[in-house]
Every structure is written in C-alpha cells, then in structure tokens.
C-alpha cells in the first residue's frame, strides 16, 4: 500500500527525518511510536504532501507521490486526522463530516450517496446522537471521533490517525481503540497508527515502528518491540534489569 523510501527531511541544521524506511501492507495496522520531536508527525507530513524531502521518495500502491501536493494525496485515498482537532465551530456535526465527502465526490456521482455515506460514518464513529449539535459545543472524546468522521469521509484506503486518543479517560481509550477496530474491517482500511498511549498501540498494532530523533531504531511485533533493549533506553528511558 504505501513504501517510505530513504526519506530524509530537514529543517535548517535539523535533521527531523534521516533516511527513514517504512513498508505498509494493505489492510494493515502499523503503530508509530517514539518520543516527543522523534519525527513521527513530520513523516504524517511527509506522506501527505505537507512537507518535501530533501532526499528519498514516498510511493502510495506502486505512484511515486513524493512531490503532489496534499489535496492531490487526498484525492488518491489517503486521509489523516490531526494533533489540534480544528472543527468548523458554528457548523453542525454532520456539516463538518459533509464537507469532507463532498471534496471526495466525483464528476457526476449523486450527492445523495454522499449523505448516505456521512450517515453511516455518523453510526460507527457514535455521533448520530450528536450530529445537529455545533461542532464547538462537543466533549474532547467527541472532537476526537469528528475528526476521524471527517477523514474517513474522504473515502479513503490509507488512514494516517495522529494521537487521536489523547486526553482521553481509560474508559473513552477501550472505545476509540473498538471504534478503530470496526472501521478498519468494515471499510477495508490500511491504518497507520501514531500513539503515545502505549497499552492502545500495543493491543491495536499488528506491527510497529520505532522513531528516536528521526532515525528508525526498531521493527516488529508489539513483543518485540516491547523488549527491544535500545527502544527501552530511547523511549521508555530506562534499561532492563536481568
């Protein structure tokens, strides 16, 4: 689905990517994960066009889609959500998700099916409830399930999620971690996966990468991961005893 080729990104004498490599599989959910300022947002960026490498290139099912711009990297079905959830305010829920499907309409397909679409990201993101009510008036687990509604509007097949469970209760963390679940099998979607909630990445991973000052450290299952001595010192912050 997506190839991260030797991608490297620099911002003045910062090198925030250095020759990062990440494969994706269709249908897969790939956890990112390191430390604040380790490059795992930069790479969002980078994927969708927001950001230009200095050096290597991005390929989304075989396209070389390095250097299109982020509305291009829209509309060949990849989305992402965002740290800061920015919703329009004064508009409805459903509005705000309905902006995003009509973006994805093409020449000459029914609006209706749009609707119907908007609806049924309504049910499985839990905001039918809600969706007359102004953007600005939701609780901070309901902006976070918005801003998925809005990328998956889209209609995408690759779904970048950034922190989308910050802040929330460990109550609220099970149900987004469900909800994630549910939408990846019933859309069919490829999830790449950016978390600082460490139990929620492991139990929603089937693979993970490590990030530590913009170079890949480690790859591979959550166990393994999880007892990688240099993830240990680079983002856990401590050694194993034996």
Known sequence: MLVVENVTKRFGGLRALNRVNVEVKKGEILGLIGPNGSGKTTLFNVIMGFYHPEEGR??????????????EIARRGVGRTFQIVR????????????????????KGEVHRKIADRCHDILKIT???ERMNVPADELSIAEKRRLEIARALALDPQLLLLDETMAGLTHTETDQALEMTSRIRKEF???????????????AISERIVVLSEGTKIAEGSPKEVSENEQVL??????RRTS
């Open 233 to 238: 010192n680079a983002y856990l912050g401590h």
């Open 188 to 202: 069919g979607l490829t999830i790449i996966f950016v978390e600082h909630v460490m139990r929620a990445i492991m």
């Open 126 to 128: 839990h905001l039918t």
């Open 87 to 106: 919703p329009f305010g004064d508009m409805s829920v459903l509005d705000n998700i309905l902006v995003s499907g009509l973006f994805s309409v093409p």
């Open 58 to 71: 991005v390929r989304l099912q075989g396209e070389d889609i390095t250097r299109l711009k982020p509305h």
